[in-house]
């Protein structure tokens, strides 16, 4: 009878332990901006096909970006081209992080699609039967948008001035970088963030148009009068806020530039990751809720030698749980 309540306990909490590291796992890879697009038009390959198999390659390659990469991969393997862009402001281990989520994102999105694109929020991942390099893609273009409105025409002056300004440094920062960030005032105490990057193999000219129609048309289509939106392409994004957003201490540092000057970067206010810690400590708290629940609720239905054992094994699974949670 003790070894069947023994097992019995010992399942409880193994299962319990099982749950939490699945759950606080999916809590920590989700990115609520991410967004992708499928091209359903182009065709899908096979399991097991020699695309799959270039594909695979290239999603390895990605994942092992370097800081002399500036967070920037392009290559060809067979006939899968791929390239991934991270924002020049994140570290070395989010820009790997989040490329790593962002193609396991895309091939649960796009399954067996030969050409599809991924957007996360530090990342930009895409794909194609047909040469990428050098080569301007202003659509598919899409967006998400801060849900505070202005009809202030004076911010919308100053969005515009601002974005032009930083367009004209992205576009002019050379063949490894592509990046601007910056901020104007409003009215008051209020000031503007914002921040452009175009892939860095683009020309000045082609750069410079990307982000024209992203500030254009883009925000026309999408988040005219709000007070903040980010608006993606395959070759270029950028991003206005009435906070600073822009990371502080990016292990990518600015290659030299003709002008040898840079825009400042703004330190961050919030950390984006908000939603993903509250859903992680969420996780956290449920599962340890359910377990001490089921401890107590066998504890007055068992004997006291049986309880500490129950109880030694409860220790040891949650302290398994946090161990893997905070690694």
Sequence with gaps: MATE???????????????????????????????????????????????????????????????????FYSNKVGEVSAMALCRADV?????????SETISRVKLDCPNNKEAIGWSADCTLRYSNTNLSEKLEINPQTCLYNTGSTADEYFQLRLGELLSDLRNKAAAGGALLKYAAGNSSLRASERLYAL?????????????????????????????????CRV???SCNLRFETYPFVEAGAEFPPPPSPSG???KEEEPNKSKRTPVLVASLSVIFGVAVVSI???????????????????QICFVLLYWSLSFFFY
């Design 196 to 228: 452009v990057q175009c892939t860095p193999d683009l020309s000045e000219g082609d750069c410079n148009h990307c982000l024209d129609k992203a500030a254009t048309d883009g925000i026309l289509r999408c988040c005219l009068k709000q007070r903040g």
């Design 91 to 99: 570290k070395l281990d989010v820009c790997t992080g989040c490329l």
């Design 261 to 263: 000057d840079r825009q």
């Design 232 to 234: 993606l392409s395959p």
């Design 5 to 71: 309540i023994s097992r019995t306990v010992l399942f409880h909490f193994l299962f319990s332990g099982l749950t939490f590291t699945f759950l606080a796992t999916f809590a920590i890879s989700f990115d609520p901006y991410f967004l992708h697009s499928c091209a359903n038009n182009i065709g899908n390959y096979t399991a097991n096909s020699a695309y799959e198999r270039d594909l695979n390659t290239i999603f390895k390659q990605i994942t092992s970006i370097t800081k002399s990469n500036y967070g």
């Design 293 to 311: 629940s089921g401890f107590l609720i066998w504890k007055r239905r068992n004997n006291q030698g049986m309880q500490w054992q129950a109880l």
